[in-house]
């Protein structure tokens, strides 16, 4: 890889994700408007993310590891207010009462002061070995909403004032050790995969949560082996269409054996994570019978989060998500380093979190096929090699982007349009937002020097008439002044800014994960 470095790709600073928020603002405070809220929009947007870096003397290591922060506006009357609070999780109340850091996270170790033998056996208890910082997103069902994160924990907040409520623990429930923290909404239920382990070893569970939230009648409706014994991939996000629901098993995976060990030395949990030099494989399971398609798909390997969309066109499966050559973003996060890069960032360090938004399609009920893909405006391939179909994606845009979003009326059916946020690829200090049309390739972008912003939220306008008849909403932070946040606001047909409500904070604001929309008829 190039070690030169252009004249601008040092200057995006990936370290306002770990900004210090050291005082909430628990009692909502005014935000100054510039332009006009539009008169529809009533509800509350809240964001979830890392927030508190550092405990007394104890600071973490990896972006991913701070205690969760919820940021919230409210929007009623054509007025916005601001407020935050740190989600209330039995670690971090355990670590308030200590004054230090007292569990394991991601790229933390737990504290030395506890000898080998008992951190092995916390290995064996969920609820000793993990943590509960719900830090990645906010997510609502049946009217119940929970902060997310990829552990066995689902810790229901009160949106009105941020309170925590309940704590779920899904491996008491449902045998999960880990969970998506991007559940899939659909007509008959939300879904959401983790990782059990069977008799046989590690297998990817599929769980559906009732429509009504009633948690207590969740039920594992399939299950898929994992390929790798004592290694099950990571995954963070999953696909569902009307008819199918598709597991990605990327190269990246825990190594069981290696987390007990990392454990036991006191290591992270990074550390148990394998980068597996092999395709990524792709699971088909038919929601009619739950039960897995035979036909085994692969493609090259890649590193993914988030899937923007999946829908079924013609006898084809075709998912749009961003992928990464590989996972070396996620070793770039540990704080240390984001802090350092800052304003000399290398050439390779800043090409870790450049993704490529990639469109794969997958041929179904291919037997006697010569022809596997029929779909017509696509560039993608796929053939047969030996027993298995390799597939081979298209690019839909030159432009890096992340946390995709769609209209959620398109979601599991085909779409035109999807929205994204990432580091401006011409370099300098900014961000940007990007509306990209898939079937003409058309890009159309927001960006604004020191703009940083979370995930974007589509809105509809009431009654739309189009697939982007509606506004994008994202919380964004000024690179320069930390304790600046706005809440901006962007038509999301012509990518122009409508409105943006301003405030500033009593503490350090860092940048926010992913959003959360409860219209004012939710609330």
């Known amino acids: 890889m190039s070690t030169s470095v252009d004249s ?45 870096a550092k405990v007394g003397q104890n600071e973490y290591r990896h972006a991913f590891d701070s205690s969760a922060l919820l940021q919230k506006f409210e929007i009623s009357d054509g007025k916005v207010m ?5 989600v209330r999780s039995k670690t971090f109340e355990q670590n308030q009462a200590a004054g230090a850091i007292t569990r394991a996270e991601f790229g933390t170790p737990a504290p030395a002061s506890k000898g080998m033998f008992s951190r092995f056996l916390d290995a064996m208890d969920p609820e000793k070995m993990f943590s509960d910082n719900a830090l990645v997103s906010v997510i609502g069902i049946g009217g119940q909403h929970f902060a997310m994160c990829e552990t066995p924990f689902m810790i229901q907040v009160n949106p009105d004032n941020l309170d925590t409520k309940e704590r779920i623990n ?17 007509s008959d239920g939300v879904y959401t995969v983790g990782q059990g382990v069977g008799v046989t070893g590690p297998k990817y569970s599929i769980l559906r949560f009732p429509l009504d939230g009633n948690l207590k009648q969740g039920k594992i409706v399939a299950t898929v082996p994992a390929r790798w014994r004592l290694s099950p991939a990571y995954m963070h996000s999953m696909a569902m269409t009307e008819n199918y629901a598709i597991l990605i098993e990327q190269p990246l995976a825990v190594s069981l054996s290696e987390l007990l060990s990392d454990i036991v030395s006191n290591a992270p949990f990074i550390d148990g994570l394998k980068w597996h030099n092999d395709p990524v494989l792709i699971h088909i399971i038919d929601r009619k019978t739950w039960k897995q398609v035979k036909t085994r798909y692969i493609t090259d390997p890649f590193f993914f989060m988030h899937v923007a969309n999946a829908y079924e066109e013609g006898e084809h499966i075709v998912i749009d998500m961003p992928t990464y050559k590989n996972s070396s973003m996620l070793h770039n996060m540990f704080i240390k380093t984001l802090r350092e890069q800052r304003g000399r960032n290398t050439q390779e360090y800043v090409d870790s979190f450049r993704s490529t938004m990639h469109r794969f399609v997958i041929p179904l009920n291919t037997k006697g096929k010569e022809k596997l893909i029929t779909l017509p405006g696509t560039s993608c391939t796929a053939s047969w090699s030996a027993q298995e179909i390799v597939l081979q994606s298209e690019k839909l845009t030159h432009i890096p982007i992340e946390n995709p979003c769609i209209n959620p009326t398109k979601r599991a059916t085909k779409h035109q349009y999807l929205w994204g946020m990432g580091p401006n690829p011409d370099g300098g200090d900014s961000g940007l937002v990007l ?20 995930a974007p939220e589509f809105v509809a306008k009431p009654d739309a008439a189009n697939e982007d008849d509606g506004i994008l909403l994202l919380q964004c932070i ?21 409105c943006r ?3 500033n904070t009593p503490s350090a604001v860092p940048m926010p994960l992913h959003g959360h929309y409860i219209p004012a008829s939710e609330e």
């Open 170 to 186: 899904v491996n008491k429930r449902y045998g999960l050790m880990t969970q998506s923290p991007h559940p899939i909404l659909a």
């Open 8 to 52: 601008n790709c040092g200057k995006y600073d990936f370290s306002v994700l770990c900004r210090h928020c050291d005082q909430e603002s628990s009692e909502p405070i005014p935000c100054q408007l510039t332009g006009t809220l539009p008169e529809w929009l009533k509800g509350q947007l809240i964001y979830n993310g890392p927030g508190l």
């Open 501 to 503: 409500a301003s405030v």
């Open 435 to 454: 509306k990209l049309d898939t079937f003409s390739g058309e890009n159309k972008i927001f960006t604004e020097d020191k703009l940083y912003c979370g």
């Open 82 to 86: 601001y407020s935050n609070r740190f």
């Open 478 to 498: 000024d690179s320069q002044h930390e304790k600046k946040t706005y809440l901006l606001v962007l038509d999301a047909a012509n990518m122009t800014e409508i």
